[in-house]
């Protein structure tokens, strides 16, 4: 007789998108080389399908290449180390608090770091520095910029997370290095106005690409991630 038997769990394609979320990792240091065109383009193609409330699509991106990215930069630093003037305001409201196991999971991601980078614990100027890393792009050629369309509120902020993430694994699996960052949305104002956006696009954040720099201290950690035990729940009737 026969049996029927189930196929397996996994599938040629769960494998190809599990190695990607596993491999991938936010890269704090870059080399020089443009990201080429073709590669943008095909990255940027693959994250426009992400899917969207209504279908809305409402992430508008911005992508810097040569000296539009050195520009960026220079008044990106400009705003941060103007310590009269900077100010954090970003268009979202950052989280007030991290508590309990969201402030441990952040501790450790931040220890982790300044271990590799040699900050030691307790030493703000050190990591001031190292925070303004963010606002260098961590050396990174190329800064794609996401908003979203102001009258669609915090839904539109959730399609464009869902918009990220697919960028983050479509840049992957082009051997492309990223690391989004929402650092990039303290200074909205910067930003719409290099751009020339006018005040109805919201500054959700930014993502750093290009190749890595296996040998850069900041690339030497990966972070955990919670167990489904802890994170999931099982309803049965």
């Known amino acids: 007789m026969t049996e029927n ?8 394609d769960s494998l190809i998108l599990e190695r990607l ?11 020089a080389e443009y990201v080429p065109m ?6 940027l193609e693959i994250a426009q ?14 992508v810097t290449q040569g000296r539009a990215t050195e520009e960026l930069k220079r008044r990106m630093l400009a705003a941060f180390d103007d310590a009269a003037s900077y100010e954090r305001r970003p268009d979202y409201e950052w989280p007030q608090t991290y508590l309990g196991v969201y402030r441990q999971r952040r501790l450790d991601c931040a220890m982790q770091l300044y271990q590799q980078v040699g900050v030691p614990m307790g030493d703000r100027a050190a990591s001031a520095r190292q925070a303004r890393e963010n606002f260098k792009f961590f050396g990174a050629p190329h800064v794609a910029i996401i908003t979203s369309d102001k009258s669609l509120g915090v839904y ?15 840049a992957a699996s082009f051997g492309i290095s990223a690391i989004p960052q929402a650092a990039l949305a303290s200074q909205p104002g910067v930003i719409r106005k290099f751009f020339e956006m006018d005040e109805s ?14 040998t850069h201290p900041a690339n030497g950690f990966r972070t955990s991630r919670a ?4 994170v999931v729940s099982f309803i049965h009737s």
Do not use: K
């Not at 969207?52 to 992430?59: D, E, I, R, T």
């Open 5 to 12: 038997l189930l196929p397996p769990v996994d599938t040629p």
């Open 49 to 62: 399908r992400s899917a969207s409330w209504c279908n809305a699509q409402p992430w508008q991106v911005h």
């Open 21 to 31: 979320l596993v491999n991938r990792h936010s890269c704090r240091g870059f080399r």
């Open 201 to 214: 696009r919201s500054v959700v954040c930014g993502i750093s690409f290009g190749y890595e720099d296996a």
């Open 156 to 170: 539109g902020a959730v399609d464009c997370g869902a918009y990220v993430a697919n960028f983050l694994l479509a």
């Open 38 to 43: 073709e590669v943008q383009r095909r990255i």
């Open 227 to 230: 167990s489904l035990d802890d």
